[in-house]
């Protein structure tokens, strides 16, 4: 009987052992992908417009947001995973199911959220959520009090966030 238990032990670190492999290889390969969009995407920008002096500009949030999505992709898959796993815990699927819709419901927030921040008439801005907080980035310069407070109204408004738990960060 403890030979059976120890047998069924063994399987399962070593089915955990090729899990942790495959997410920390298919960390690696998302990392070595944002990379390389991102500097395919200022070598093309570079190509499309030579005397355009700044290309940082609308990279960051065109870069941002594809790493985002393939992170949060990534991620996914790897709840996928976990979820339709022969060897997963009726526990570790339900956990994975939680984190899946947690995913989906900051993905959904973060799209709304950046949708009214726009519409007051900034001209591109980030949103990210976690647990804790949520991280606004917005592309304006001069950033006022006023326009500060638009968007900490509109995050508060929206979330069930308060105030203190807004970060708001001008980029330019």
């Given at each position: 009987?403890?030979?059976?238990?120890?047998?069924?032990?063994?399987?399962?670190?070593k089915a955990n052992k090729k899990k942790i492999i495959v997410i920390v290889s298919m960390i690696?390969?998302?990392?070595a992908t944002g990379c390389l969009n991102y500097f395919l995407?200022?070598?093309?920008?570079?190509?499309?417009?030579?005397?355009?002096?700044?290309?940082?500009?609308?990279?960051?949030f065109a870069t941002y947001?594809?790493?985002?999505?393939a992170t949060r992709n990534q991620e996914i898959a790897y709840l996928d995973e976990i979820i339709n796993s022969a060897t997963?815990?009726?526990?570790?699927?339900?956990?994975a199911e939680s984190q899946k819709l947690a995913i989906t419901g900051?993905?959904?927030?973060?799209?709304?959220l950046e949708g009214l921040i726009k519409a007051k008439g900034f001209e591109d801005c980030i949103v990210t959520i976690s647990t804790e907080n949520v991280n606004v980035v917005v592309m304006d310069e001069d950033l006022s009090l006023e326009d500060a407070a638009q968007i900490l109204n509109i995050v508060v408004t929206e979330t069930e966030f308060t105030a203190p738990d807004v970060v708001i960060i001008p980029y330019v």
């Open positions: 009987m403890k030979s059976n238990k120890l047998s069924k032990l063994g399987t399962t670190l690696a390969l998302l990392v995407n200022v070598k093309q920008q570079s190509v499309d417009n030579p005397d355009q002096g700044n290309v940082s500009t609308p990279t960051f947001r594809t790493d985002r999505e997963s815990t009726e526990t570790a699927i339900a956990s900051a993905m959904e927030t973060e799209l709304v």
